[in-house]
C-alpha cells in the first residue's frame, strides 16, 4: 500500500509560479511511475503529466513548457514547478502512483494509488 501526500498548494496571482510535492510512504517508491492530474470544478479529472521510473516525463500540451515534474527516489518525492501559472489553471491537483510494469501512462484508470489532493488557485 503506497500512501500519497501532496503540498504546496495555494493562491497566486496570474504570471506566477508554484511548486506542488508529492510525498510517498509504504511503498517503494522508485518502483513506480508518478503522475500529477488535476480536476476543476464541473470538469472531469485530467492528466497534467508524469514522470517515469526511468525519469521520462510526459506533459499535457495544456501545460508544456510552463510545468516540469522531477523526482528525488531518496526522498520518495515527486515534484512539479509551475510556473507562467494562468486563472486555467486553478484546480485540485492529485498525485498519482503507478506499479504496473507497463510503460508511463496519462489515463487515470491505470494509477493505483491517490493522494488526497491540494487546491491551486490563479487568480487574474
Known amino acids: 500500500q503506497v500512501r500519497l501526500v501532496e503540498s504546496g498548494g495555494g493562491l497566486v496571482q496570474a504570471g506566477g509560479s508554484l511548486i506542488l510535492s508529492c510525498e510517498a510512504s509504504?511503498?517503494?517508491?522508485?518502483?513506480?511511475?508518478m503522475g500529477w492530474f488535476r480536476q476543476a470544478p464541473g470538469k472531469e479529472r485530467e492528466f497534467v503529466g508524469g514522470i517515469s521510473r526511468g525519469g521520462f516525463t510526459l506533459y499535457a500540451d495544456s501545460v508544456k513548457g510552463r510545468f516540469t515534474i522531477s523526482r528525488d527516489n531518496a526522498r520518495s518525492t515527486m515534484y512539479v514547478q509551475m510556473s507562467n501559472l494562468k486563472p486555467e489553471d486553478t484546480a485540485v491537483y492529485y498525485c498519482?502512483?503507478?506499479?504496473?510494469?507497463?510503460?508511463?501512462?496519462?489515463?487515470?484508470?491505470?494509477?493505483?494509488?491517490w493522494g488526497q489532493g491540494t487546491q491551486v488557485t490563479v487568480s487574474s
Open positions: 509504504g511503498g517503494t517508491f522508485s518502483n513506480c511511475h
Open positions: 498519482a502512483a503507478d506499479r504496473t510494469l507497463g510503460g508511463l501512462v496519462s489515463r487515470a484508470y491505470d494509477y493505483d494509488y
